[in-house]
Nanobody, 125 residues
Framework: QVQLAESGGGVVPAGGSLTLSCAVSGRTDDGYDMGWFRQAPGKEREFVAVIGWNGNRFHYSDSVKGRFTIARDNDKNTLILRMNSLKSDDTAVYYC??????????????????WGQGTQVTVSS
């Protein structure tokens, strides 16, 4: 079992930056791919970014590519999402998620086994 806990959400003006963190606990010795997803009101949960278990495989959604950066520190059991040039469309609850590693990395929410409780990001225009 893996437990995930997000933090770092808040209100930020359009064009601003925010960094989200996800603390990982439990069976952290296994090789887990980890991702960030988000869900806006009235919309389905969507993929944002994923990073492979050893940190050398990445994939971003087109909507955030070039603005967001995903990173992980396996020694500290932490997943990070750095968000720059934020837009009002980025407003959502952001979730971190984990699954056993795969090749290639997977991006559908239904393919992830473990989820955090989410953290709200609001971009004010």
């Amino acid at each position: 079992q893996v437990q995930l806990a997000e933090s770092g959400g808040g209100v930020v003006p359009a064009g601003g930056s925010l960094t989200l963190s996800c603390a990982v606990s439990g069976r952290t010795d296994d090789g887990y791919d980890m991702g960030w997803f988000r869900q806006a009101p009235g919309k389905e949960r969507e993929f944002v970014a994923v990073i492979g278990w050893n940190g050398n495989r990445f994939h971003y959604s087109d909507s955030v590519k070039g603005r967001f950066t995903i990173a992980r520190d396996n020694d500290k059991n932490t997943l990070i999402l750095r968000m720059n040039s934020l837009k009002s469309d980025d407003t959502a609850v952001y979730y971190c998620a984990a699954r056993s590693w795969s090749a290639p990395v997977l991006t559908a929410p239904r393919q992830y086994f473990y989820w955090g409780q989410g953290t709200q990001v609001t971009v004010s225009s």
